[in-house]
Each structure stands twice: as structure tokens, then as C-alpha cells.
């Protein structure tokens, strides 16, 4: 084995490989800033259309994250190496892995990986779509579409490379620890930086003066303003970058309130955006001077090639479509396959192709579609053509005219089988012709560019200049239809009849033969295309190796799912841990394996106790698994160790001590911090306990629960793995000594957590859960935040639902209007009636939805919720109620006899009184009877059995009446009187149910 | 002819060169500074005792430097190479001079020159001593060796290289702009780096505010002082850069009066100063970690070699010693080949070694001393040691007794050799015996470092452990006694027979045989050892090549001395720039030829002007001469564009409109800024104008002198070339339309500028420079700076002096005192009486130099400056007319009648009056009689012929006195009465001369 990479090494040797590329090598900035991207080399130098190839290095500061040097490869100092290429070249990510080459990284013997990550800095107006880079696990590296900068859509987009320079060196040099890392053959980072790195925590977390660093804020605003002002791009964007660094100092020492962040960001921004507008402007001014550098781009876009197919087939074939692309994100993939499953027979019907069946199938790096038993071609048709009237076709001999014969002649028909047509008293010539059918080659051609252009994502991104949109860049086409190209262009790539195989290969060019042999083909390379056949293998090496070590998984089917859309040939692989991490709380552990590595836990196969291993899946073959394994087991040890470093720092005082901090955790601008909403909880829940009729000492313990509810949120393990909150609170609070009861209530608030989880078992949970997410909905509401569309940023949707299934599982039949205004009068913006409408009405869609997945009629559902929309327990009691009536085989009985009532007085607008002397009709008294026994039982809070069991003894009633009575008389007194009784009839139902919604009616 | 090298190739050529040496490659630091030095990889690991070897670009910004990118080769942002060697590894020049050969720069075709540069920077208490590596006439390098850094002594020193990348990409590339300097194979500096360049200057001179400015500093210091005080390092260091760049920011922005500037100066000293505590506090605390990766040095200090010299010649032999250096300064190579030639003889002297003669010849590499006809050894030498009495080494029979017995064989000598000698009454054995003389080689082997270690410099550094000290570090050492080595060291360095060859030819190592051998051996290999061979060499070839222009060299002693010093085999080149050039005045061209390339001008053989022309001297020989001549005309257009530009910019404005600016450069702390001195020169002037007896006319001139006087250092020439001072001003004084004569006084006011200058022609020019001289000195004196040692910042010597010269050009008999005390009020210090006297003095002193170099006998100067002192020219005019009287055969018949009266009452405390009635001796009224004939001729303000003339006939008179009257008289009443007339004989010469001075008094 070679001497292993120093630091230095490594920069040199992608200095070096950059530049042999034709990359620009430029130097780190002369300001602290926190990624590379800071720089002007990337932040400036994207904008506008010029290119710009540049690599560099940049050591970059994020206060916050100092750990004392305390942390294997967390520091607020780290090393990133940054790469813009602009435009993008069409083979990015060719390079970035030529890159880890020239460091040595042979691409057989790892798994590298590239997993979705975006990119987002709202404070600043940047975005992009991209991955972070694995090896082994270990992400080495970000990369990165930059679709906007400072509010300014980019284009062209560059692509953006940034390696973590420490975790690749960490990786060459096989240490576990970032402070081992040599750096030059004889110092380490240890020595070079560690005493500096407790110095910068020292000073960020405990010295840093805040008054004096809001007045550095302050005064570098000014002057970048007046930089700009001054048409000064550089000055002003080197105060730009001070004022951001101040600002993570200040957030780092814990200074920044919400008020403070919101209005740092909003003055972040908008300096950002200013610069950015700026040196657009000014390079355009100058005539973009760099244009003139733009070289022919390398297969960016290709032209499309030859003409249609030649010679098509005459008998039914296979086509295969085959969209290459660079790593699509799980759903995404997920979401094509599926649209594609759709759109495909659609689109062969519309174009009238005959054929057997459609098979869509993928790969993170291919969509695939198998159109089997294609027929060659449309078939013919016939078409008439209304031509000029009979008396203008033909002259008075019946001779054709010239302008009969010019119609046969530019329908291209014989004038002999020109006929005419006589329509009433209209006669006209017509054109019977067979239009023959087109061939399936021509017609894909044309229609396959625009099926792939009517896929829809919800995050798509631009890379090449045609400016397409799609989840990540499409790099290759395969369409053959038999063996024969057919022949299309999208997005500026042309079809072809070549595909690639496995990354750990090379991604190596593959000829496909025909259409039929695609699977064949790729089942060769070792590529299992259909995600069915992955999950099975993952599933059956996984059980495998976790019996091994007499276990079993841990069952997570979205995990298997999302790893499954990962991998083109999964590999799993058994790592191991040290058993004493076994001994921090276990949800920790598996989060930490799940959500950051994509890792299989493994449980004990009897007790279901974790074991100390985990289960990768590896994209690739088994060759080399020892260095993937190791790479599996180094990362998660490092982030077991961040863990238990945030666990020990955050047992070591107790819960409520984090309270103050939550100051400077936003919960949303207008609505303040989260300690603010946590002080309203404080009150909320005790309100909500009353509702639910919580006991004094229930009520005690929402309250406790209540007060300490958010405050797992500013412990650093929450901090890091967000979807413990709830869970580290409840922990906490028993290590801290609280009751039991508010431990468990403060973990039972936040249940159910996602569809399937449990629901809270206690009242105190139930209160909080229900003060919390009521509090979230009417004050996001009252700021305009209700969830549009697609776009539902606070869970809105997730909230309003689990309080239809927490009432109802508690079989609590509150009534959540009152509720509302409760809580309308405690969030701090005013809240319009209205307001408590649309929230009202929001919650009853959750409810009808959760009803109908229950299985219950729409039209029940309907009924129900017309007068207890804002009752879930109610409505649901009420709804399974009715739903058995409505099955009786004797029910449109009811239905008639009480529809009649209904429908003749529904449009009434006035409302009569029955009075019962006036009218002498006996059906009339009998009814009016019936409906004093029936009101004796029902009031508007009955249920629908108590209302249904009161209305039955009526129908004879109701129809003896409608038999007899002429409601509509003449005398308007007794036409009126009549009215009134029927009202009164319908005015049974009302509050209980809408029987005019159901069908029949 | 290969592709040249990008900017960024060099730099990965410099990083991979000297990682592969070994040093650490290091980044550019995240504030920004105005060089290398600040980064933390230098300032910080410079101290303390561990090794540090490392090597990083730095990014520099320094403000004032700005040129709005107008300028080829100057700017605000520069771009750095730096390289740290720690400690010295013996051959940091090879190493250097490799990395120029990694660049692809063959010494052989090029002019490589290390060219004295030292480094200060008092307000942070660093310096060092080193060069500038010129590159065929262009600094591309500086060196150093630190010596001290933040207030701490170096130890052990460091090497610091720093290439200036711009200078030697744009030398690679052959471009004549840094603009036009291509940075990776596409883009140019232009490109990258011109628009932020201009925005930069804009916003440093223009825009930066002040008042905001000024607040971040105060803020930085403050967060600077609190991280430092809780042992914080980096962020307290961080802090510091930022008070200097800011610092440098409100310079440049001409924010820094001369209050502010030594404020900030000692604010930053102090900060400085902390850091550096702290550092070397911390890493002692941490054990010195880096202790542990100190390498073997590569032949830093080499062991002392063999033992002394084997089978001497028994004939006298050629004895070489030959020190060998890296590149001496001019000045020290003169000093030490002047000490070596006093020092060598003497030396040889102390230990009997005879010798025919001593040569002392040296090149800046190489001080050789050549010892001719050195006899093999002492001559033997004959001593007598005293031994016991006589009567202890001899028994009553004479014998010899066991003391006796001993004594001799102590002596080594036979018993029969004593022998008894009696002084007085003593009696005693006395041993005689022959001392055998020691060899020349064993005496010189001893006596030799002794030698080197008393040499004297101004300025010594140390460079290894041993800290020896010497002008630059000693590397080599030749000690031949004929064939023979000499084995000595000196600073770890042991003599050999090895010396080196020419630089260009790459120092090769040579083989003496002996020393006889040696000037041969060095002219084989084109080495000048003895500088007047050179200076023959050099002027020789430089008039030819004048010549070939019609021109000949305009004479200037010192360059040429300088110019001999700096090369080891001169070879001389004409080179020439654009005729435009001529435009500007010759003086700056002058200027810029000369102090900053060291080139000859060349004038017109017959009319004297300027030609367009420039002769520089080679280090080498005829090789590859185009190259070097392209390297000479392309540095000095660069320097004459940065002229043009000054010049344009400072004749853009009238000259008084720089007068606000002198508010920013400082005189001295307490006696303020040049703004000040200048008011004070307004008021002074034309006060000492009236003491010269102007004119009112006169006057009137000299005032509006005195108020522009100093405006030209605020010119952007003057502070380039401050040589031009007054120059400029009396030039862009016509420019902006003074009168002539203000002008001229403006110039002249700084005449004589040095040894041999012109004196001011006019009388406003002579007050003005009268005023301008007493000022600094009355000030400087009165706030403690007088001149002490060899130090003499102020250059007080010599203004003192040039009051002495100009008053006696103009023969104007002023007496200082009076205006002295004028100036004394104006001083913004108190001024003591006795600093007035000490000025007197001091002046006083340079008189009497003055006046001894003008051949005058010192006890003539010594009569006369005992009474006007304070009066140059009357002093010069008595001295002239004095040394005219004691030439005359009969001047002792005065000096001894007149020294009769004085002798006998000089030492009388007591003065007596003389009444003529008292006295009956016709001597005595005979002397009465003369004296009053005499008194009448006299008064203190009379000359010396005037005094002399009418002493002469008292001699008769006087001598009769003596003859006939006995002055100590019994009778007191009488003896007063005579004593009262000799002291008021003497009291004649009072405030004339003091004649007991002279010889033979």
C-alpha cells in the first residue's frame, strides 16, 4: 500500500487536476466566511451569462459549530475545496469522480454515492438542487445546480463542486479523528489547529461582547451601503461577508431573538440581493467581457441526429425508452415511474398505437419504459371531407366543374369517388378518403419529447442553456423501437442506442442491440432496473446478515423504500459499533443510523433489543466490502460520538434550563419564538385540558408539560436530529426529575408524529398535543401561512389531522369552535372570524378525508359533516351511525318520507309556526302528533341513532299526510300553517345531520 | 522557446517545490493584511524555539499602494509568496535560488542580485535584515532573516522569503503590466482583478468614512484586548489584523494626523506586543509540541575539522584568508575591508609573526585577506623567570638545595643555567631560558576568530543557534597558510581550502591548491576580487557604451562605489527608454535611475543633457545580455510610469493645496505634524530674515516661502523619491505660478543637502533654511533627541553643520544665541536654558570641523571658538586672521608678553579696578599709558587683526613692567592695584579670542 495522501497533498493534486481541466486556481477570500460559496469567485461569478471555471480552497467559519475540538470531525473551522464550472460542461459529474481518481480513489473499491441534498439560504436568495457525495458513507463532498443567486436565477447554472477537503483526508489516511490528519508528513491538524479551534469556541460561545459585535453589524452595513450606493461591487460585498460572519458570531453566542434574526435576515438579504443586482449590472455595463472565453461546449447539447427510422418493422415489436439522468431523488424517481405508468398507455392510445402492455421500470440513473408488442404503425382510416354544394360541383349536366374538379384534385381522390351529400334541403359534395395510419417510429419521435416534458416534480432545476426543467440533469436518451433508433431530442440530448452501466465501474458505455434485450443487457452489467427485484434483494441479504448476528431489522418500510430508489445493484454489508453507544437512549441511535446514513438498523431476533451493528447497502458488487464496511462503521462512529457529546452536554443541566435559549429559536416571525409559543401553551393547554374535562391533577400535569413542552428543542441532540423533539424531551425531563406523567405527556404531544404512529395515551398529552397544534393553526392562519397547494411548510395538514385522530381516539366529542376562539384570543396578531372559519373548515377536510379512508360512504360523510364538521369524535360517531341505517334495506323508506318534508320547504325563505288548531285536516294532527313524540327524544346535541329511532315511528305519518293534505293550498293561512309543520319536521335533523346529502334523496 | 508559465502555475510550482523540501504548504489567512509576515503561520510561529517550515500565497492589501489601476506594476491587492525556514538550514539562498529554477529561470541567462533591504517595523516591534532578490533590475523577492518580532527576539531566527508573484509572472510572460499578466491560460489579471482594484481605491481614498472607521477600530481593539486578556490567541490576533488594515484603510484615506498616527502607532505596538507574549507564554505551557520535529540540520554549523597544520615550510609562505558571506551590504563590505586592513597587521604584530605585507581585497560573497612573505613562525625568544632567594635555592655551601633543584626542572632548563642576581639586599635564582617561537599556522588558527569576532558593524544579525553575530550570515571560510588549511571556525563554519564561484554560474564549489594560487584561481573563474579592479572594469565599460550613445556618464562617485560593491564580475549594459520620458524633470529620472536601479545616466558627451539611456552593471558576464537589458529598460519604465503618474498627478493641483495634507505626515511626536513645523517656519523665517538684514522685499519672499516650503512632501513624488524634496516644490512651485524667487528659495532652503552640495544662493533661501534648521534642532534637542553615538535619526549633524556653511558662504556675522532663544519661544516645548547652550555647543562643534578641515591649527580654532563659538563666520574670519598672526616669526614676543599678564591673574577670583595714582612705578603708568592707547582701538565686537594690531606696541610696556615692578607687592592695597591692571590687558581679548589657547601660551 502507497503512503497515504498528507493534506497539502491533496489540495495540491486537485490544484492540479482543476487546472489541467481549465479551471482558474484562485485563493481563499480575505474574509471569514462560512463555505466557499461566500467567496466572490462563486457568489459574484455565477451571476450573468459568462463562463467561469474556477477551483479553490476555502477554510470556512461556522461559529456554531465549534465543539471545543472536543468532536472527531465537527469545528468551526473546516477546509472546503470549491469548484464552479459555468456553463455546465455535460459531464460533471464524470469530472468530480475523475478528480477522486487522481487522489488515489478507485471508484471499484468504494461506494461512492450521490445522495440528494439541496441547498437553500433564504437569508439570501440562493438556491440549488444537487447531492452530497458518499464515499463509503461518508460525505465528502456537496454538489451542487445553483438555480439562484442573491434572488437572481442564474443563467447558465453552474455547477458547483465542494469537497470537504478534512472528511476525504480523514478517509485516505484511514484516521478516525480529524485532529489526527497529517497535513504535511509531519504535523498533524492536531497540531496546527487544535489550540485555534478552542480559542474560536472560547471566544463564540463565551466572550464574544454582543454589544460591540451588533455595533461591528452595523457599522458594516453602513458602509457596504454606502459601497454600493457608490456603484462599488467589491468593497461593498467584503463588508457584505463581515456583516454575515458577525451575525453567526452573535448566533453562535446565543444573542440573536427572533425579532433580531428575522430582521438580520431580512437586512442580509436585501444587502445580497442589492450586490448581486450590481455586478450584473456592472459586468453589463463593462459588455460581459468573459464571453468571448466561452469554449465549444463538451456534448453539452447535442444536435439532434439523423432522420425517422428507416425500414420499420411490419410485425409488433418492443420499445424501449430509456431516460438516463444523474441521480434523481428517491421520490422523484418514484414520482416518474409512476407518471410514466400513466402518461405512456395514454399517450399510445391518443395516438391510437396498438399494444400488449407497458412495463415502467427504474434506477436512481434510468427511467425505463417497455412498450411490448407495439404494433408498426397506426391503422388506416376513413375521412370524409365536406367539399363546395352539389349545384357548384357540378354544372347543369351534371358535369363536374372546375371547381368540383379542384377539390377532388387537392383532396388527392379520384373525381369518381367524389359523391354528394343531401342534407335537409342543403346538398354538398363530399370526399371519401382512407388516411393511412402513421408509423409508431415517427409518431414516438414526435410525441415522447413532449410526454417527458409533461412529467411534473415538485423541485425541477435548469442545467444547460435550453434552460429545461427536471429533477436533475438528463444526460442520455436510449429509444429503440426493436433494434431500430428512434430518433428524438430532449433537452438538447438526442437519442441513441447507448446506455451506461454501474458507477463502480465507470459508468461504461453499452450498446443495446434491440429493444428485447434491454433487461438482458442489464442484468449482465449487474443492473437491476426494476425496483421490485431490488427491494427483494436487499430484503433477503439484509435478513441474512442480521441472522447472522442472531437478529432480524428493525421493520422500516419508507427506509427500505427510499434505499431501494438509492441503489442500481444493492449490496448490503454488516458493520458493527461499539456496544457502549448502546447505552445513549436507543431512538438516538437508529435516528442517527437512518436519517444521516440510510443504514438498517438491527434488532435482537427474540427480544427486538438494538444490537450493535447496522446493515449498508452498497451500490455495487461484493468486491472490496472490507474497505466499505470500514468506511460504514468509521462514519457512524463519528456520528454516535457527535450524539454523545450533545448527550452529555445536554444531560448535564436540566430540562428547564434550556428554556431561555428557545428566545432565539424562531417559530415564526409575526408569531414569535418558540419560547413565546411556549408560554402560550402554558396557558393554551390548561383551557384545552378543561374542554377535554381533564381532572385538577391531570390539569397540573399539562401544565408542567405545557411549560417544558418546547424546551428539548434548544438541547443540542434536538438540535441535530430535529425528529427527536418530543422524545429527548420526555428523557430529559425524567433524568431531570419531573413527574412521569408530564415526561410522558410532553413526549405524547407531538403524537402522531407521521401517518401510522401511536397516539397519545394520556389526557395531559392529549391536551398539549391539541393546545399546540390549535395554537399553530389559527396564529399561521392569522399570518396568511395556510397551506396552498403543494406547499405546506408547518405541517398544517399533519396537525389539523391528528386532532381528528386524537379526539376520536380518546372519544372525546368536543366541539372545537369555542376551543378556537379561545385560542384566537391568546396568539399575539389579531385573528378575524373568518379566520376561524377557514381554520374550522380546514380541520373538517382532514376529517372528511380520515372518514372516508375509514371506508364510509361519501355521501354519509356528507351528511355528517354539513352539522358537525368542527365535532371529529362526533361526526365520526355520528357518520358510523348513519352508516348503518343507510344499510338497511328498509331505509329509503325514512329517506322518502322525510325527503318530502324537506324538499317541499326547503327554498321556502320564511319561516312558519304550526299552529295546530287551524287546520282540521286529520293527517294533519296525526302528523303533528308524531312530531311531538319525535321532539320529545331529539334535540340538536342527539346523536344519529337517537334522531334516526325518533324519526322512524313518523314515516306513516308523513306519508298519510302528503297523501291527504294539499300542502300548497290555496288559503295562504292554512298553505302556511302547513309549511310550518313540515319546517318543524326538518328541524329535527338540523344540527345532527344533513339527510339531503345523502343519495337517494 | 517553451509556453511561459500562468500565474497559477507558478504558484503550484512554488507550492509543490518547496512541499517537497519540506515545508508545510499553508493558505492565505481570512483577514485581510498588508503582507505575508502578518499571516498567523509567520508573525506567531516565528517565536519560540520550535521548528516551523512552511510556505503559502498571501493576497496583500495595502491601501496607500493604490494607483486606480492605472499604474503597471502597483497596486492595492498584490499578491504574495511567502516562505518561512525555521530554523536557518545553512543554504536558504541555494534553496531559494532552486525554486527560481523550478520556475524555469536559468541563473546563467539572467542578473540574479540580493541587494540589501532591511525590514523595520517599529510600531510592531518587528525587523530583520536581508535583501531584495533583483531579477535582471526587478525586485521580485525580499529576504530577511527576523531578528526580532513583536518586541521578542528571534531565537532561533527565521528565514523569511517572500516573492512578489506579479513581479516574476509578468517577467516570465515578458509583459510589461500586471494587467496584461496571464493568470491560468485564459483569463488575465485585468480580467480578475482590475475592476475590484479601482473599486478598492475608491472606496480607500475616496469613500471610506471616516467617523465609522475610526468607531470599528476602537471596537477591534476592545474585542482584541478582552480575547487576549482571557489567553486567547487567534481571535485576539484576528482583532489586531483588523485594527491594522483599518488603520491602513483611514491612512490611505488621509484620516491620520500626526496625534492620531502615533496614538494608533502605540495601540497597535502594544497589541502586538501582548500577542506575542501570549503565544510564546502558550506554547511554552503546552511543552513547545513542535520541539519534537526538529530535523538534523543540513551543515548549518559543521564540527570543528582536523587538527593544526602538519610539516610547516621553514620558509616564509602566502597566507589566504577568505571570508565567505551571503551578499554583504555595501557599507559593511567597506567597513570590513578597512578593519581588516588595520586589524590583520596589528594583530600580526601582537603575535610576532613577521610578514612582507597584508592585501585586503572583497567582493560583496567574499572578504579576502592575502598576508605576503608570513614567516613559518615566531622567532624564538630569550625570558628570565625570577625563582626562589638565594639563599632558599643554595645551601651555606653553595649547593643547589631540593628547592633549587626543583625550580630548575620547573623550568626545564640544566642547573648549571641559573644564576643568582642581586638587587638591593635582595638576592635571588633567576632561570634563563629560550622560548621557542609558536607556528604562524597554530597562532592564526587561534588567533583568527578572535579577529572576525572583533569586527564592528552598525547593523549585525544572527542567523544559526550559536547567534553569533555578523552583517549577514557567514558560510564559508578559506584559511590557507600556503598549501595548507588552517583549521579554524568561526560561527559554527570551519575553514577549508573550498571556496564558491559566481552566482550566475551557480556558486560552484572551488578548489584552492594554496594560497598563493588564489587571485589566479578567481580570475580563471571571472571573480574581481579587489574592488578597484572593478571599479577600473566598470567605468571603462560604461564610458564606452556612453560613448556609443555620444553620451558619457554623468558623474556620480558614490554609485559608483556602490555599483563596485554589488557585483563580483561586472559586466556593464546600456539599455534605453522612450525620449517621452525626457518630458518629466530630469531630476526624478536622475533619481529613479540611480537610488532605485543603481544605473548610470548618461548625458550628452559635449551639451550635458539627459540622453535616453541608462547603464546598469551585470553580476556576470557578456551572456545572454538582451535578456538582462530587456529586464533593466522594462523595470525602470515601470518606474518612470509611476513617476509620470505621480507627476501628472501632483501637477494637477496647486502646489498650496497639499498644505493640508502635511497635517498627516509627522515631524516628531511631540513637536507635530509638518503642518506644524511649516506654521512655525512662517514666523521663523522672517525672523531670521531680519537678523540676516533682508530686504523688506526679501522678506516678503522668504514668508511665502516658509509657507509652501514643505507643501512638495505631500506630493506623490516627493513621498516616492523623498530625495526630491524641495526639488519638487521650488518645480511645481513655478508650475503653479509663484514667483522665481520663492521658488528658488523653496529649493535652496534644504542646500547644502549633503558633503559637497551647492549652498543657497539667495538670502530668502539662507533664512529659510537657517529657520527650517534651528527649528529641528532647538525642538529635537528640547524633547531629548540630540544625537548620541552613531545615531543621528534627524540628521542634526548635519543641519548644524549647514548652518555653519551657509552663514559663512554668505559672510554674515550672526551670533546665534539671539535667534536661538526666538526659536526656543515658538517650539511648542518648554525649552530650557541649558538646551539652548547645548545647541550653541552642538553647533559650535560642527564649527569647529568645519574649521579644523579648512587646515587651521585646532589651538588657533580652539582660541578662537572659546569666544564666538556661537558665530560661525566671525569665528571663521578670526580663526583666518589669527592663524595669519601666530604664522609670524615674531608671534611669540606677544604670545609671551601678553601671556605674562594673564598667567599671573587668571586664576585671581577676584576683580580689582586699576587707579593710576595708587602706583608710583613709571612701568607701571608706562602700561597704563599703553593699555588706554590700545583700549581705545578695542571693543568686544572688534576682530582679532584689530586686537592684534593694537596689542603689539603694549609688548614693550609690558615687558618693562614685568622687568621693573613686583606685582605681588607686599602691600596689598598696591598688589591689587597692579593685579587690576593686568586683568583689564587681558580683559582686552575678551569676547575676541582666547589666546592662552594657542601653542606655546
Known amino acids: 500500500m502507497t503512503k497515504p495522501l498528507s493534506f497539502q497533498e491533496v489540495v495540491m493534486r486537485l490544484d492540479r487536476y482543476w487546472a489541467d481541466y481549465g479551471c482558474l486556481v484562485w485563493q481563499p477570500y480575505s474574509e471569514k466566511m462560512g463555505a466557499g460559496t461566500g467567496n466572490p469567485a462563486t457568489t459574484l461569478r455565477v451571476l450573468g451569462p459568462e463562463p467561469w471555471n474556477v477551483a479553490y480552497v476555502e477554510p470556512s467559519y461556522r461559529p456554531a459549530d465549534g ?57 439570501l436568495g440562493h438556491w440549488g438542487l444537487g447531492w452530497e457525495v458518499w464515499l463509503d458513507g461518508q460525505e465528502i463532498s456537496q454538489y451542487t445546480y445553483f438555480q439562484q443567486c442573491g434572488g437572481l436565477a442564474t443563467d447558465p447554472v453552474s455547477v458547483e463542486l465542494t469537497y470537504g477537503l478534512e472528511r476525504i483526508v480523514m478517509y485516505l489516511q484511514g484516521v478516525r479523528s480529524v485532529w489526527d490528519v497529517n497535513w504535511d508528513g509531519v504535523h498533524t491538524y492536531r497540531d496546527i489547529y487544535m489550540r485555534s479551534e478552542i480559542e474560536q469556541c472560547t471566544y463564540n460561545f463565551q466572550l464574544a461582547d454582543v454589544e460591540r459585535l451588533g455595533q461591528m453589524y452595523n457599522l458594516y452595513e453602513a458602509e457596504a451601503k454606502a459601497a454600493m450606493a457608490r456603484g462599488l461591487v467589491i468593497p461593498g460585498y467584503d463588508y457584505i461577508l463581515r456583516c454575515s460572519h458577525t451575525f453567526n458570531v452573535l448566533d453562535a453566542r446565543g444573542a440573536i431573538g427572533v425579532t433580531e434574526r428575522a430582521s438580520y435576515f431580512g437586512r442580509m438579504r436585501d ?24 469554449t465549444s461546449r463538451r456534448g453539452a447539447v447535442s444536435a439532434p441526429s439523423g432522420p425517422a427510422v428507416s425500414a420499420p418493422s411490419d410485425r409488433p415489436s418492443t420499445f424501449l425508452l430509456e431516460i438516463g439522468t444523474e441521480e434523481l431523488p428517491v421520490a422523484d424517481l418514484t414520482s416518474a415511474l409512476e407518471q410514466l405508468r400513466a402518461l405512456v398507455p395514454e399517450a399510445l392510445a391518443a395516438n391510437r398505437l396498438g399494444f400488449d402492455s407497458v412495463r415502467v421500470i427504474g434506477t436512481p440513473r434510468r427511467q425505463a419504459v417497455l412498450v411490448y408488442g407495439l404494433l408498426p404503425g397506426q391503422p388506416d382510416r376513413t375521412v370524409e371531407v365536406q367539399g363546395p354544394p352539389a349545384k ?154 442480521a441472522a447472522s448476528v442472531d437478529g432480524r431489522l428493525f421493520a422500516d418500510p419508507d427506509l427500505m423504500d427510499e434505499v431501494t430508489n438509492m441503489v442500481e445493484r444493492p449490496t448490503a454489508v454488516l458493520g458493527s459499533f461499539e456496544p457502549e453507544y448502546l447505552d445513549l437512549p436507543h431512538e438516538v441511535l437508529i435516528t442517527a443510523m437512518k436519517k444521516h446514513q440510510r443504514y438498517f438498523p438491527v434488532i435482537h431476533a427474540t427480544s427486538g433489543d438494538l444490537l450493535p451493528h447496522l446493515i449498508g447497502v452498497r451500490n455495487g458488487d461484493g468486491q472490496n466490502l472490507d474497505v466499505v464496511r470500514q468506511g460504514y462503521e468509521d462514519v457512524l462512529r463519528a456520528r454516535f460520538a457527535d450524539a454523545k457529546f450533545f448527550y452529555d452536554q445536554d444531560t448535564a443541566r436540566p430540562l428547564d434550563s434550556f428554556l431561555p435559549r428557545l428566545d432565539t429559536l424562531t417559530f415564526q416571525e409575526k408569531l414569535g419564538s418558540m419560547l413565546d409559543k411556549s408560554k402560550r401553551l402554558e396557558k393554551l393547554a390548561p383551557i384545552a385540558g378543561q374542554a377535554l374535562g381533564l381532572s385538577q391533577a391531570e390539569q397540573a400535569v399539562t401544565t408542567r408539560a405545557a411549560h417544558l413542552s418546547k424546551a428539548d428543542l434548544a438541547t443540542q441532540l434536538v438540535v441535530e436530529f430535529t425528529s427527536l423533539q418530543g422524545f429527548m424531551g420526555c428523557h430529559y425531563a425524567r433524568l431531570s426529575g419531573e413527574d412521569e406523567a408530564v415526561a410522558t405527556a410532553i413526549f405524547e404531544h407531538y403524537l402522531p408524529r407521521f401517518a401510522g404512529d401511536a397516539l397519545p395515551e394520556t389526557r395531559p398529552g392529549l391536551a398539549l398535543g391539541l393546545a399546540n397544534r390549535l395554537d399553530s393553526l389559527v396564529g399561521l392562519f392569522a399570518v396568511g401561512l395556510a397551506p396552498s397547494g403543494s406547499s405546506d411548510p408547518y405541517h398544517l395538514r399533519r396537525d389539523a389531522l391528528s386532532i381528528v385522530q386524537i379526539l376520536i381516539a380518546h372519544r372525546i366529542p368536543l366541539s372545537l369552535r369555542s376551543l378556537l376562539a379561545e385560542v384566537a384570543a391568546i396568539v399575539p396578531v389579531p385573528v378575524a372570524g373568518q379566520v376561524l372559519d ?79 288548531g287551524l287546520d282540521a285536516e286529520p293527517a294533519t294532527a296525526a302528523l303533528w302528533d308524531a312530531l311531538r313524540a319525535a321532539r320529545a327524544q331529539v334535540t340538536p346535541d342527539s346523536d344519529v341513532d337517537r334522531l334516526l329511532i325518533a324519526l322512524w315511528p313518523m314515516i306513516p305519518a308523513i306519508n298519510r299526510f302528503f297523501d291527504d293534505v294539499l300542502v300548497m293550498h290555496q288559503d295562504l293561512a292554512l298553505r302556511e300553517n302547513r309549511l310550518g309543520l313540515l319546517q318543524a319536521i326538518w328541524g329535527l335533523s338540523r344540527g345532527i345531520v344533513d339527510l339531503s346529502r345523502l343519495e337517494g334523496f
Chains 1, 2 share one sequence.
Request: charged residues 25%.
Open 67 to 123: 465543539r471545543y475540538a472536543k468532536n472527531p470531525n465537527r469545528m468551526q473551522l473546516f477546509t472546503q475545496y470549491q469548484v464552479i464550472l459555468k456553463p455546465d460542461p455535460g459531464n460533471p459529474q464524470e469530472l468530480y469522480l475523475g478528480s477522486l481518481e487522481a487522489l488515489g480513489i478507485n471508484m471499484r473499491e468504494h461506494d461512492v454515492r450521490f445522495v440528494e441534498d439541496n441547498w437553500e439560504s433564504p437569508a
Open 271 to 294: 444587502l445580497t440581493r442589492q450586490v448581486a443586482r450590481l455586478y450584473v449590472e456592472q459586468r453589463k455595463e463593462m459588455g460581459f467581457p468573459f464571453a468571448k472565453y466561452q
Open 392 to 545: 357548384v360541383a357540378f354544372d347543369a349536366d351534371g358535369s363536374l366543374t372546375r371547381a368540383g374538379q379542384g377539390f377532388a384534385q387537392k383532396q388527392g381522390i379520384p373525381v369518381e369517388a367524389l359523391r354528394v351529400v343531401t342534407d335537409g334541403d342543403r346538398s354538398y359534395v363530399v370526399a371519401t378518403k382512407t388516411e393511412p395510419g402513421q408509423l409508431a417510429g415517427d409518431l414516438l419521435a414526435e410525441e415522447l419529447p413532449k410526454l417527458i416534458a409533461r412529467l411534473r416534480f415538485p423541485k425541477t432545476m435548469r442545467w444547460n442553456e435550453l434552460n429545461v426543467t427536471f429533477p436533475r440533469p438528463l444526460r442520455w436518451l436510449v429509444a429503440l423501437l426493436g433494434d431500430q433508433v428512434v430518433p428524438l431530442v430532449f433537452a438538447g440530448v438526442s437519442s441513441g442506442r447507448t446506455t451506461r452501466g454501474l458507477r463502480p465501474l465507470g459508468s461504461p458505455d453499452i450498446e443495446l442491440a434491440s429493444a428485447d434485450g434491454y433487461l438482458a443487457a442489464m442484468a449482465d452489467r449487474q443492473i437491476a432496473v426494476d425496483g421490485a427485484e431490488r427491494r427483494r434483494q436487499i430484503g433477503a441479504q439484509a435478513e441474512a446478515l
Open 838 to 916: 377557514e381554520v374550522t373548515g380546514f380541520i373538517g377536510e382532514r376529517l372528511r378525508g380520515w372518514l372516508r379512508e375509514k371506508g364510509l360512504r361519501y355521501d354519509v360523510v356528507d351528511a355528517v359533516l354539513a352539522e358537525r364538521a368542527d365535532n371529529p369524535y362526533g361526526a365520526y360517531r355520528a357518520a358510523g351511525q348513519l352508516a348503518a341505517w343507510v344499510a338497511r334495506e328498509d331505509w329509503m323508506d325514512l329517506l322518502n318520507a322525510y325527503g318530502r318534508c324537506i324538499r317541499i320547504v326547503r327554498d321556502q325563505p320564511q319561516q312558519f309556526a304550526f299552529q295546530p
